[in-house]
């Protein structure tokens, strides 16, 4: 079993930058960016194939952007241009194996982390 551990969460005002790491113990394939505010349903934020192909939500999309590190099973967010309705809590999952379908589909991820909180203050 793949354990997942992020970092790098905390708080920011509105129109700031985090960067969010989420390291794995062993191989993963596509990882992604998954996040939950108070109150509502855990959404898919972006994600990263282990061969570089990425994909946004269009909620973040042009202020966020996931990488990775294969050498060191890493998982970056970089977070930019934070507005506050992107408070929650923020977690890293991973696929154990290759998936042709969607990237958002929360579904396939087999591995998660236990979540980082990144609040945004107005």
């Known amino acids: 079993q793949v354990q997942l551990v992020e970092s790098g969460g905390g708080l920011v005002q509105a129109g700031g930058s985090l960067r969010l790491s989420c390291e794995a113990s062993?191989?993963?394939?596509?990882m992604g960016w998954f996040r939950q505010a108070p109150g509502k349903q855990r959404e898919y934020v972006a994600a990263?194939?282990?061969?570089?192909?990425?994909y946004c939500a269009d909620s973040v999309k042009g202020r966020f952007t996931v990488s990775r590190d294969n050498a060191k099973n890493t998982v970056y967010l970089q977070m930019s241009s934070l507005k506050p309705e992107d408070t929650a809590v923020y977690y890293c999952?991973?696929?154990?194996?290759?998936?042709?379908?969607?990237?958002?589909?929360?579904?396939?991820?087999?591995?998660w982390g236990q979540g980082t909180q990144v609040t945004v203050s107005s």
């Open positions: 999952a991973g696929r154990n194996k290759i998936y042709s379908g969607s990237f958002s589909n929360i579904l396939t991820y087999g591995y």
């Open positions: 990263i194939s282990s061969v570089g192909i990425t």
């Open positions: 062993g191989r993963t394939y596509t």
